[in-house]
């Protein structure tokens, strides 16, 4: 019976095959859209889950309290901790340390040649025995015994190796060699630790001042992961660390939090964090984005085998009369859409083997379609079920009521109410398109506000460079800032360097760090008022490569006049509630006494997505060992030359590195081009699939109105009335959508938009112009058919009689 089902669904696809490949072209593209998605969502839902122990490892999260408003979060905390709460709980199996490079890559010289490696971490020797890694070859026993030793990833041993064997291989990091022990399989995309390079911590200890530094219980660096016994009273264990904690640091203003590895991925409420986040809401959209998309594909199949119903009722009939019941007729039509969407499976799986590279990239994961990539086919699978149920239930029920009398007397197969319900899903279709459209809108007019917005600094032309503390730490600080002094006046000497200033951060943006406390302090200050601050150390050439703006006041003087003072942001100066006038009040810096010199006009130094927060700016030359350089107009390429050549004379077979700070500004957005290239994606599919649904329903109907146009061309109707007749009920439609998007995509891109502090208003013309845009499309694709039918012989269709 199934067998002659298929049969019968394969003629019935050959004898209408035009409706069949729109069908199959609509579905094929949702369902490679909706596949891609909800692949995307299933890694991100099963992050971390794939470790062995995952349901007893936990991270150790702090706490610390400024003032009654005010709360830092930090995955990091001191290195002792963990020793010290394995040492006296037994309720811990056991515990290791993280600390991946942040800021700055490692750079690996390997034959003389320098790479740059960002995806490093230093472990301690517990790593591989809580957490579960694959070797291909080597094994973690070497790497625990030998403090100078690295483990690479397959993916970067053939990098750095190509196809030689790398174990035993020398990689030289700063003065040390480091010896290659072992390689492991590349981590697979859903988990927090997609590392290239791991190397011992004992490596970093091996420096004395580092290690003192490290084991201080006021230093918070590395991650700590403990493995607690099963059924452990959780509670109870963060109680006792939090003991631990407050009797070595001798401050009670931290809680202590244990966070499930499982829970890490989608944490929110970090300050800031060194490893891979998601973030749940975005995940609750993509799967709405997805199911949509495969709605509105089988939308199309819906509306065009309902909209042909009327042109099977005679063989429904006839096949109830010979004796076919209506569970056999509706299993027939769930065999043909069952067809349909095999093969449109078919092309989905083209269609996502040839879009896979692209989305990886786009992703930064690394996803494949292989014989042994279960949860893709697996995706692919639920997908091709969701298509069929989709495709077929209503269809099937609407085919297989059809009453053999009332067919055979003429009358209507079609209920007034299919009718309505076929426009109806043409509405829905484009009210998602039309959503879509104005996000894209939406989106770009707010990246376009950000790159066009005055920050307060000068962005263009401005190149930064880090000497680092490794670098440095063979002089005193008096050695150190001549060093220093000596290399800004070698970059001022150069006709491609217009001004070259010394900071102690790398770059005007991005300034993260933040310090409060007792030690920062001015008149009228209430005791319990300890805002966090952000300081940077700058020099008095500072403002001629970046180009702030004073409000008032004045900028640090040269010589040591102004070695104490300070110049505080519009934002500082309103926050901490100074006296007026402002200028000449008393500061404490970080237990620096001097004065208030001058208030900078407030700029962005972080993300639009902040609001502007204090900044105190400090006129120092010591400890600064970042240089922000503004290049002359047109001489890019001289002056990267000119400071590489300074590098090399000073700091010979060192790695040179170097940003601009306009690259910089780009990628804090990076996530926001994101989001605008893959609305932008999800809309053109939208789009695309909605209109081969239109296309196939205008066609239908110029073919079920043929007599009827044959007529009124004879009667003396234009090309154009008999287009706009066959046009008009389907632009009422997008007219329609257009009414129930607006009010729905201002709700949500205003909460989109609220994820900037600064950003732009909706406007009344963004919908217009969505709205403008969704019916010329539907009217193209409508006209397509009208036109053909329009110019058709009318004695074709009025002779078939």
């Known amino acids: 019976m199934l067998k002659n089902h298929f049969k019968t669904a394969w003629r019935n696809f050959w004898k209408h095959r035009g409706t069949g490949f729109i069908n199959i072209a609509g579905l094929s593209v949702g369902m490679a859209a909706a596949v891609l998605i909800f692949i995307w969502v299933q890694n991100e839902l099963s992050f971390d889950k794939h470790e062995p122990d995952a349901a007893n490892i936990f991270r150790i999260k702090n706490y610390l309290s400024l003032d009654k408003t005010t709360t830092w979060v930090w995955e990091n905390s001191p290195y002792q901790i963990g020793d010290a709460a394995k040492k006296q709980l037994p309720e811990i199996e056991a515990v290791t340390r993280l600390r991946p490079v942040n800021y700055m890559p490692v750079y690996f010289n390997i034959n003389g040649e320098f790479f740059p490696e960002e995806k490093a971490a230093y472990v301690d020797s517990e790593w591989f025995n809580v957490f579960k890694v694959d070797f291909v070859s080597g094994n973690a026993t070497a790497f625990n015994q030998h403090p100078f030793s690295i483990i690479l990833s397959e993916s970067s041993a053939k990098k750095y190796f190509a196809n030689q064997d790398a174990i035993g291989k020398t990689i030289k990091i700063d003065s040390n060699n480091y010896q290659v022990q072992a390689v492991m399989k590349d981590a697979p995309a859903n988990s927090s630790f997609r590392y290239d390079a791991y190397i011992p911590v004992a490596a970093r200890h091996a420096d004395v001042k580092q290690q003192q530094n490290e084991m201080q219980w006021g230093n918070f660096y590395y991650l700590t992961f403990l493995k607690?016994?099963?059924?452990?009273?959780?509670?109870?264990?963060?109680?006792?660390?939090?003991?631990?904690?407050?009797?070595?640091?001798?401050?009670?203003?931290?809680?202590?939090?244990?966070?499930?590895?499982?829970?890490?991925?989608?944490?929110?409420?970090?300050?800031?964090?060194?490893?891979?986040?998601?973030?749940?809401?975005?995940?609750?959209?993509?799967?709405?984005?997805?199911?949509?998309?495969?709605?509105?594909?089988?939308?199309?199949?819906?509306?065009?085998?309902?909209?042909?119903?009327?042109?099977?009722?005679?063989?429904?009939?006839?096949?109830?009369?010979?004796?076919?019941?209506?569970?056999?007729?509706?299993?027939?039509?769930?065999?043909?859409?069952?067809?349909?969407?095999?093969?449109?499976?078919?092309?989905?799986?083209?269609?996502?083997?040839?879009?896979?590279?692209?989305?990886?990239?786009?992703?930064?994961?690394?996803?494949?379609?292989?014989?042994?990539?279960?949860?893709?086919?697996?995706?692919?699978?639920?997908?091709?079920?969701?298509?069929?149920?989709?495709?077929?239930?209503?269809?099937?029920?609407?085919?297989?009521?059809?009453?053999?009398?009332?067919?055979?007397?003429?009358?209507?197969?079609?209920?007034?109410?299919?009718?309505?319900?076929?426009?109806?899903?043409?509405?829905?279709?484009?009210?998602?398109?039309?959503?879509?459209?104005?996000?894209?809108?939406?989106?770009?007019?707010?990246?376009?506000?950000?790159?066009?917005?005055?920050?307060?600094?000068?962005?263009?032309?401005?190149?930064?460079?880090?000497?680092?503390?490794?670098?440095?730490?063979?002089?005193?600080?008096?050695?150190?800032?001549?060093?220093?002094?000596?290399?800004?006046?070698?970059?001022?000497?150069?006709?491609?360097?217009?001004?070259?200033?010394?900071?102690?951060?790398?770059?005007?943006?991005?300034?993260?760090?933040?310090?409060?406390?007792?030690?920062?302090?001015?008149?009228?200050?209430?005791?319990?008022?300890?805002?966090?601050?952000?300081?940077?150390?700058?020099?008095?050439?500072?403002?001629?490569?970046?180009?702030?703006?004073?409000?008032?006041?004045?900028?640090?003087?040269?010589?040591t006049e102004d070695k104490h003072n300070v110049i505080l942001n519009e934002t500082a100066a309103r926050e901490f509630n100074l006296h007026k006038p402002y200028i000449g009040q008393r500061f404490t810096a970080q237990g620096d006494t001097g004065r208030v010199i001058g208030i900078v006009k407030d700029f962005n130094f972080r993300s639009f997505h902040e609001k502007i927060t204090p900044l105190v700016m400090k006129n120092t030359d010591e400890y600064c060992s970042s240089f922000q350089i503004k290049v002359a107009a047109h001489k890019q390429g001289d002056a990267i030359k000119a400071v590489e050549a300074i590098w090399k004379e000073n700091f010979p077979g060192e790695p040179f590195s170097y940003q601009f700070v306009d690259q910089e500004f780009d990628k804090m957005y990076r996530n926001d081009a994101k989001s605008s290239g893959l609305m932008s994606v999800f809309a053109i599919v939208a789009i695309i699939i909605s209109c081969l649904g239109l296309f196939g329903l205008a066609a239908f109907t110029a073919e079920q109105r043929g007599k009827e146009i044959g007529i009124r061309k004879v009667l003396g109707a234009s090309v154009t009335g008999i287009v706009s007749l066959l046009?008009?009920?389907?632009?009422?439609?997008?007219?329609?959508?257009?009414?129930?998007?607006?009010?729905?995509?201002?709700?949500?891109?205003?909460?989109?938009?609220?994820?900037?502090?600064?950003?732009?208003?909706?406007?009344?013309?963004?919908?217009?112009?969505?709205?403008?845009?969704?019916?010329?499309?539907?009217?193209?694709?409508?006209?397509?058919?009208?036109?053909?039918?329009?110019?058709a012989n009318p004695v074709k269709s009025l002779r078939s009689e």
């Open 727 to 791: 046009s008009i009920d389907f632009i009422v439609l997008i007219v329609v959508a257009l009414l129930i998007a607006s009010p729905l995509a201002w709700w949500l891109m205003g909460k989109w938009l609220q994820n900037f502090a600064y950003r732009i208003d909706m406007q009344w013309w963004v919908f217009i112009l969505a709205g403008i845009i969704s019916v010329f499309i539907a009217f193209i694709t409508v006209s397509f058919q009208a036109i053909k039918a329009a110019v």
């Open 228 to 559: 607690l016994r099963p059924g452990t009273n959780i509670k109870k264990v963060t109680s006792k660390i939090k003991s631990i904690l407050e009797e070595n640091r001798k401050q009670k203003n931290l809680e202590i939090g244990l966070t499930p590895l499982s829970e890490i991925h989608f944490e929110n409420d970090l300050q800031n964090s060194s490893i891979i986040h998601g973030d749940k809401k975005v995940v609750v959209i993509f799967i709405v984005l997805g199911v949509l998309l495969l709605l509105i594909a089988c939308i199309n199949y819906v509306n065009l085998t309902t909209a042909r119903a009327s042109l099977r009722a005679k063989e429904v009939s006839i096949k109830k009369i010979v004796g076919a019941g209506r569970s056999q007729l509706f299993m027939q039509f769930v065999a043909e859409s069952a067809l349909v969407s095999l093969m449109a499976l078919v092309l989905t799986i083209v269609i996502v083997a040839a879009c896979l590279p692209a989305f990886n990239s786009f992703t930064e994961r690394n996803f494949t379609l292989t014989a042994d990539s279960g949860y893709l086919w697996g995706t692919l699978l639920i997908t091709l079920l969701a298509t069929i149920v989709l495709n077929s239930i209503y269809p099937a029920l609407l085919l297989s009521s059809f009453k053999p009398l009332n067919t055979f007397r003429g009358a209507s197969v079609l209920r007034l109410k299919d009718t309505s319900l076929r426009k109806g899903l043409v509405v829905v279709q484009f009210t998602f398109s039309i959503f879509l459209i104005v996000g894209v809108i939406t989106i770009y007019r707010q990246l376009a506000f950000i790159r066009n917005q005055n920050p307060g600094y000068n962005r263009e032309q401005v190149m930064s460079f880090n000497v680092s503390y490794k670098l440095l730490k063979k002089y005193d600080a008096k050695q150190g800032a001549a060093l220093m002094s000596t290399i800004k006046q070698k970059l001022l000497s150069q006709s491609s360097i217009e001004a070259a200033s010394l900071t102690d951060v790398q770059s005007v943006l991005n300034n993260d760090g933040s310090s409060s406390g007792d030690s920062n302090d001015w008149d009228g200050r209430p005791k319990d008022f300890v805002p966090p601050i952000t300081f940077v150390g700058v020099d008095r050439d500072y403002t001629k490569v970046v180009n702030l703006k004073m409000a008032m006041g004045r900028w640090f003087l040269p010589g």
